[in-house]
T-cell receptor, first 117, second 111 residues
Framework: GAVVSQHPSWVICKSGTSVKIECRSL??????MFWYRQFPKQSLMLMAT?????????EQGVEKDKFLINHASLTLSTLTVTSAHPEDSSFYIC?????????????FGQGTRLTVV | QKEVEQDPGPLSVPEGAIVSLNCTYS??????FMWYRQYSRKGPELLMY??SSGNKEDGRFTAQVDKSSKYISLFIRDSQPSDSATYLC???????????WGAGTKLIIKP
Protein backbone atom coordinates (compact mmCIF):
# COMPACT_ATOMS: atom_id res chain seq x y z
CA GLY A 1 0.00 0.00 0.00
CA ALA A 2 0.88 3.66 -0.15
CA VAL A 3 3.25 5.13 2.41
CA VAL A 4 2.77 8.25 4.50
CA SER A 5 5.70 9.43 6.55
CA GLN A 6 5.25 11.69 9.57
CA HIS A 7 8.06 13.44 11.36
CA PRO A 8 9.03 13.76 14.15
CA SER A 9 7.63 10.71 15.92
CA TRP A 10 7.93 12.42 19.26
CA VAL A 11 8.84 15.86 20.50
CA ILE A 12 9.14 17.61 23.83
CA CYS A 13 8.93 21.39 23.88
CA LYS A 14 8.64 24.18 26.38
CA SER A 15 5.44 26.15 26.91
CA GLY A 16 5.19 29.10 24.59
CA THR A 17 7.29 27.65 21.81
CA SER A 18 6.08 26.39 18.44
CA VAL A 19 6.40 22.91 17.01
CA LYS A 20 6.16 21.87 13.38
CA ILE A 21 5.03 18.41 12.33
CA GLU A 22 5.52 17.19 8.76
CA CYS A 23 3.41 14.71 6.84
CA ARG A 24 4.67 13.38 3.51
CA SER A 25 3.10 11.04 1.00
CA LEU A 26 6.09 9.10 -0.29
CA UNK A 27 4.83 7.31 -3.36
CA UNK A 28 1.66 9.11 -4.35
CA UNK A 29 0.31 12.61 -4.62
CA UNK A 30 -2.18 13.85 -2.08
CA UNK A 31 -4.18 16.97 -2.81
CA UNK A 32 -5.93 16.43 0.50
CA MET A 33 -4.52 15.38 3.85
CA PHE A 34 -6.20 15.12 7.22
CA TRP A 35 -4.85 16.01 10.61
CA TYR A 36 -6.15 14.18 13.66
CA ARG A 37 -5.61 14.46 17.36
CA GLN A 38 -5.94 11.51 19.67
CA PHE A 39 -6.09 11.59 23.45
CA PRO A 40 -5.22 8.48 25.45
CA LYS A 41 -7.79 5.72 25.11
CA GLN A 42 -9.90 7.82 22.77
CA SER A 43 -10.59 7.70 19.07
CA LEU A 44 -9.27 9.94 16.37
CA MET A 45 -10.60 13.48 16.41
CA LEU A 46 -10.43 15.25 13.08
CA MET A 47 -8.84 18.67 13.48
CA ALA A 48 -8.62 19.94 9.94
CA THR A 49 -8.51 19.08 6.28
CA UNK A 50 -5.40 20.26 4.50
CA UNK A 51 -5.87 21.24 0.86
CA UNK A 52 -2.97 21.66 -1.54
CA UNK A 53 -2.75 25.21 -2.79
CA UNK A 54 -5.59 26.56 -0.68
CA UNK A 55 -6.57 27.22 2.90
CA UNK A 56 -7.18 24.39 5.29
CA UNK A 57 -10.66 23.61 6.52
CA UNK A 58 -10.87 23.46 10.30
CA GLU A 59 -13.36 21.51 12.36
CA GLN A 60 -15.54 23.32 14.82
CA GLY A 61 -13.71 24.22 18.00
CA VAL A 62 -10.22 23.98 16.49
CA GLU A 63 -8.32 27.27 16.60
CA LYS A 64 -6.89 27.98 13.17
CA ASP A 65 -4.44 30.54 14.52
CA LYS A 66 -3.06 28.02 16.97
CA PHE A 67 -2.84 25.06 14.63
CA LEU A 68 -1.36 26.38 11.41
CA ILE A 69 -1.59 24.11 8.42
CA ASN A 70 0.35 24.50 5.22
CA HIS A 71 -0.03 22.23 2.20
CA ALA A 72 2.53 23.69 -0.16
CA SER A 73 2.99 20.69 -2.43
CA LEU A 74 1.21 17.53 -3.49
CA THR A 75 3.33 15.44 -1.15
CA LEU A 76 3.78 17.59 1.95
CA SER A 77 1.51 19.04 4.58
CA THR A 78 2.72 20.62 7.81
CA LEU A 79 0.98 21.28 11.10
CA THR A 80 2.51 23.92 13.35
CA VAL A 81 1.34 24.11 16.95
CA THR A 82 1.98 27.72 17.91
CA SER A 83 2.56 28.98 21.45
CA ALA A 84 2.18 25.47 22.75
CA HIS A 85 0.69 24.84 26.19
CA PRO A 86 0.65 21.66 28.29
CA GLU A 87 -2.97 21.02 27.28
CA ASP A 88 -1.76 20.72 23.68
CA SER A 89 0.14 17.59 24.67
CA SER A 90 -1.38 14.81 22.62
CA PHE A 91 -0.83 12.33 19.81
CA TYR A 92 -1.15 13.97 16.40
CA ILE A 93 -1.69 11.84 13.30
CA CYS A 94 -1.92 12.75 9.65
CA UNK A 95 -3.53 10.74 6.90
CA UNK A 96 -3.66 10.97 3.14
CA UNK A 97 -6.47 9.41 1.14
CA UNK A 98 -6.07 7.51 -2.07
CA UNK A 99 -8.96 6.68 -4.33
CA UNK A 100 -9.79 3.08 -4.99
CA UNK A 101 -12.67 1.05 -6.32
CA UNK A 102 -15.86 2.01 -4.58
CA UNK A 103 -14.42 4.84 -2.57
CA UNK A 104 -11.22 5.75 -0.86
CA UNK A 105 -8.58 4.38 1.45
CA UNK A 106 -6.78 6.41 4.11
CA UNK A 107 -3.09 5.88 4.77
CA PHE A 108 -1.73 7.10 8.05
CA GLY A 109 1.53 8.49 9.24
CA GLN A 110 3.22 7.01 12.27
CA GLY A 111 1.91 9.75 14.52
CA THR A 112 3.70 12.40 16.58
CA ARG A 113 3.63 12.35 20.36
CA LEU A 114 3.85 15.96 21.53
CA THR A 115 4.66 16.72 25.14
CA VAL A 116 4.62 20.36 26.24
CA VAL A 117 6.38 21.04 29.52
CA GLN B 1 -26.67 10.20 18.44
CA LYS B 2 -23.25 9.61 16.93
CA GLU B 3 -23.08 8.67 13.27
CA VAL B 4 -20.98 5.64 14.15
CA GLU B 5 -21.27 3.69 17.39
CA GLN B 6 -18.57 1.34 18.61
CA ASP B 7 -18.18 -0.21 22.04
CA PRO B 8 -14.83 0.97 23.46
CA GLY B 9 -14.36 -2.21 25.50
CA PRO B 10 -11.94 -3.42 26.66
CA LEU B 11 -12.74 -6.84 25.26
CA SER B 12 -10.61 -9.59 26.79
CA VAL B 13 -10.57 -13.10 25.31
CA PRO B 14 -8.29 -16.14 25.62
CA GLU B 15 -5.79 -16.96 22.91
CA GLY B 16 -7.32 -19.02 20.10
CA ALA B 17 -10.84 -17.66 20.55
CA ILE B 18 -12.89 -16.13 17.78
CA VAL B 19 -13.25 -12.40 18.26
CA SER B 20 -16.22 -10.39 17.05
CA LEU B 21 -15.95 -6.61 16.82
CA ASN B 22 -18.89 -4.49 15.73
CA CYS B 23 -20.00 -1.04 14.68
CA THR B 24 -23.42 0.36 13.96
CA TYR B 25 -24.14 3.46 11.95
CA SER B 26 -27.07 5.71 11.30
CA UNK B 27 -26.34 7.25 7.89
CA UNK B 28 -27.52 5.03 5.05
CA UNK B 29 -25.40 7.10 2.63
CA UNK B 30 -22.19 5.40 3.75
CA UNK B 31 -20.83 3.37 0.87
CA UNK B 32 -17.51 1.96 1.98
CA PHE B 33 -16.36 0.55 5.26
CA MET B 34 -12.98 -0.08 6.80
CA TRP B 35 -11.39 -1.65 9.81
CA TYR B 36 -8.13 -0.29 11.15
CA ARG B 37 -5.84 -1.69 13.80
CA GLN B 38 -3.89 0.66 16.04
CA TYR B 39 -1.14 -0.40 18.38
CA SER B 40 -0.30 1.86 21.28
CA ARG B 41 1.41 5.08 20.20
CA LYS B 42 1.31 4.15 16.54
CA GLY B 43 -0.75 5.34 13.58
CA PRO B 44 -3.70 3.18 12.49
CA GLU B 45 -3.10 0.58 9.80
CA LEU B 46 -5.74 -0.64 7.40
CA LEU B 47 -6.92 -4.22 7.90
CA MET B 48 -9.99 -4.56 5.73
CA TYR B 49 -11.79 -2.46 3.13
CA UNK B 50 -15.25 -3.29 1.79
CA UNK B 51 -17.81 -1.43 -0.25
CA SER B 52 -20.65 -3.90 -0.57
CA SER B 53 -22.83 -5.95 1.72
CA GLY B 54 -21.64 -9.43 2.51
CA ASN B 55 -18.43 -11.00 3.74
CA LYS B 56 -14.82 -10.41 2.79
CA GLU B 57 -12.10 -12.69 4.06
CA ASP B 58 -8.38 -12.10 4.36
CA GLY B 59 -6.45 -14.72 6.27
CA ARG B 60 -7.72 -14.86 9.83
CA PHE B 61 -9.83 -11.73 9.34
CA THR B 62 -13.37 -11.55 7.98
CA ALA B 63 -15.22 -8.29 7.47
CA GLN B 64 -18.99 -8.39 7.29
CA VAL B 65 -21.27 -5.61 6.14
CA ASP B 66 -25.05 -5.57 6.51
CA LYS B 67 -26.27 -2.35 4.94
CA SER B 68 -29.92 -3.13 5.62
CA SER B 69 -29.22 -3.26 9.35
CA LYS B 70 -26.48 -0.59 9.21
CA TYR B 71 -24.13 -2.95 10.98
CA ILE B 72 -20.57 -4.01 10.28
CA SER B 73 -18.41 -6.62 11.96
CA LEU B 74 -14.84 -7.79 12.02
CA PHE B 75 -14.14 -11.39 12.99
CA ILE B 76 -10.71 -12.62 14.00
CA ARG B 77 -10.16 -16.37 14.01
CA ASP B 78 -7.50 -18.14 16.04
CA SER B 79 -6.77 -14.95 17.94
CA GLN B 80 -3.20 -14.39 19.10
CA PRO B 81 -1.62 -12.12 21.71
CA SER B 82 -0.16 -10.05 18.86
CA ASP B 83 -3.73 -9.16 17.87
CA SER B 84 -4.04 -7.15 21.08
CA ALA B 85 -4.65 -3.59 19.91
CA THR B 86 -7.39 -1.05 19.41
CA TYR B 87 -9.61 -1.73 16.41
CA LEU B 88 -11.31 1.21 14.77
CA CYS B 89 -14.11 1.08 12.24
CA UNK B 90 -14.40 3.86 9.68
CA UNK B 91 -16.79 4.59 6.87
CA UNK B 92 -17.25 7.07 4.07
CA UNK B 93 -19.41 8.03 1.15
CA UNK B 94 -18.99 9.05 -2.47
CA UNK B 95 -15.93 10.94 -3.51
CA UNK B 96 -15.70 12.64 -0.14
CA UNK B 97 -12.41 11.56 1.33
CA UNK B 98 -13.42 12.33 4.89
CA UNK B 99 -14.03 9.26 7.00
CA UNK B 100 -16.30 8.95 9.99
CA TRP B 101 -14.69 6.98 12.78
CA GLY B 102 -15.92 4.74 15.54
CA ALA B 103 -14.51 5.22 19.03
CA GLY B 104 -12.34 2.12 18.74
CA THR B 105 -12.51 -1.14 20.70
CA LYS B 106 -9.56 -2.14 22.83
CA LEU B 107 -8.94 -5.86 22.37
CA ILE B 108 -6.84 -7.93 24.75
CA ILE B 109 -5.87 -11.49 23.86
CA LYS B 110 -4.73 -13.40 26.93
CA PRO B 111 -2.03 -16.07 26.41
Amino acid sequence: GAVVSQHPSWVICKSGTSVKIECRSLDFQATTMFWYRQFPKQSLMLMATSNEGSKATYEQGVEKDKFLINHASLTLSTLTVTSAHPEDSSFYICSAPQGKKGGTEAFFGQGTRLTVV
Amino acid sequence: QKEVEQDPGPLSVPEGAIVSLNCTYSNSAFQYFMWYRQYSRKGPELLMYTYSSGNKEDGRFTAQVDKSSKYISLFIRDSQPSDSATYLCAMGRGSNYQLIWGAGTKLIIKP
